[in-house]
Structures are given as structure tokens and as C-alpha cells.
Antibody, heavy 122, light 110 residues
């Protein structure tokens, strides 16, 4: 059974960098698939942040691209998110997820982490 | 950017059938995926590729997609089905995010 677990600080100061890690168990990242980050502000809907392939190839939500870096560490079977220059608008539950190829086009997310709340506040 | 429109809420009595719609321009040409999210929990994939179910998801959950509307149908609704439901597609036709989620529908079991 594939399991994902997010970890990182729950409180980040404005203008600083949010850093989270997603540890994967039950599946080797090196075996394939894209791996993504999605966030959900309190009481709101889901927003995709970006994704990474085991080779390190990435693509990001254009609205966040200038502030986002996603990296992968296959030796530790984990991938990470960095979001710079955060503001209160970045307060959200952050999820990591495995990304699968859809039949017609695109991708969907079949396994999700439990999520971690990150609050941006001084 | 591509927009997915869901009704904010749907209510249904136990044992009845709930239908949650997801509207989008020519959505029938895309693969639609559905997620269930209970309070305080992560989303769970309940339907992918319009109408396929992951292992462990009851047959009561089904999906369809045609024209400008995709529909998640939950038959014989149970109290445990009460949750928020999100549809999702992939759209790379613009400079916006290719991963598009609907705004979510809150299913209330009366």
C-alpha cells in the first residue's frame, strides 16, 4: 500500500520560505510516476502547486511558478516543496500526492498524504 | 483558463440517489476524476477516467461524462457519504494551471 506523509514547520513568518517534505513508503519513487503538491486554504477548495518526476523534471502552476521549487531525493524516497516569500494567503493545508496518467489526457491523483497545516503569521 | 462549475450543495435522504454535476466547456472530451473529502481528512479518489473506480470504492459510486457535463452518481446514499466532492480535469490549452479542480460540492445526507 502506497503511503505518503508530509512533514515540516507548521508556522512560517511572512516573507520567509515554506519548506515541506513528503516521505513515500510502499512504492519506490525511482520506479516512475509524477509526484505532486496540492494545497487547500481553510474552508476553500483545492489548488495544484506543482509536480516532479523521479528524474527531476518539474512543472509548476504558473500562478506560483516564480516562488516554487520542487525537488526529489530518490535515495530517501522523498520529494520536497519550497515556497518563497510567503504571505498570509499561503496559509493552507498542504498535501502531497502520487500522480497517475489519465486515459484521454492529463493526470489525476490516486494516493494522498494526510496533509499538514502551514500557517503564515508573525 | 478552463473553469469547472459544481453546485455548492446537494442534499439527499438516506437510501436515495445523489447526483453531483461538474460543468465545463466540452468536458466530454476530457478525462474527469472525482474526489471525496470528509472533514479534517485528505481527499480520496472515488472515480477516475470518467467512470472507473479505484479498488476499495463501493460500486454505489459511478460516473459519467458527456457534452458539457460530467456527473458523479452515488446510489443508495449512506450517512457516511456525507462529504465534499471535487471534480478535476487536465487542461493544457492555456497559460493557467493545467490541473483544474471544481469548486466542490457539499453532500448533505438528510
Amino acid at each position: 500500500q502506497v503511503q505518503l506523509q508530509e512533514s515540516g514547520p507548521g508556522l512560517v513568518k511572512p516573507s520567509e520560505t515554506l519548506s515541506l517534505t513528503c516521505a513515500v513508503s510502499g512504492y519506490s519513487i525511482s520506479s516512475g510516476y509524477y509526484w505532486g503538491w496540492i494545497r487547500q486554504p481553510p474552508g476553500k477548495g483545492l489548488e495544484w502547486i506543482g509536480s516532479i518526476y523521479h528524474s527531476g523534471s518539474t512543472y509548476y502552476n504558473p500562478s506560483l511558478k516564480s516562488r516554487v521549487t520542487i525537488s526529489v531525493d530518490t535515495s530517501k524516497n522523498q520529494f520536497s516543496l519550497k515556497l518563497s516569500s510567503v504571505t498570509a494567503a499561503d496559509t493552507a493545508v498542504y498535501y502531497c500526492a502520487r500522480q497517475r496518467v489519465a486515459t484521454i489526457t492529463g493526470y489525476y491523483f490516486d494516493y494522498w498524504g494526510q496533509g499538514t497545516l502551514v500557517t503564515v503569521s508573525s | 483558463s478552463y473553469v469547472l462549475t459544481q453546485p455548492p450543495s446537494v442534499s439527499v435522504a438516506p437510501g436515495q440517489t445523489a447526483r453531483i454535476t461538474c460543468g465545463g466547456n466540452n468536458i466530454g472530451s476530457k478525462s474527469v476524476h472525482w474526489y471525496q473529502q470528509k472533514p479534517g481528512q485528505a481527499p480520496v479518489l472515488v472515480v477516475y477516467d470518467d467512470s472507473d473506480r479505484p479498488s476499495g470504492i463501493p460500486e454505489r459510486f459511478s460516473g459519467s461524462n458527456s457534452g458539457n457535463t460530467a456527473t458523479l452518481t452515488i446510489s443508495r446514499v449512506e450517512a457516511g457519504d456525507e462529504a465534499d466532492y471535487y471534480c478535476q480535469v487536465w487542461d493544457s490549452s492555456s497559460d493557467h494551471s493545467p490541473v483544474v479542480f471544481g469548486g466542490g460540492t457539499k453532500l448533505t445526507v438528510l
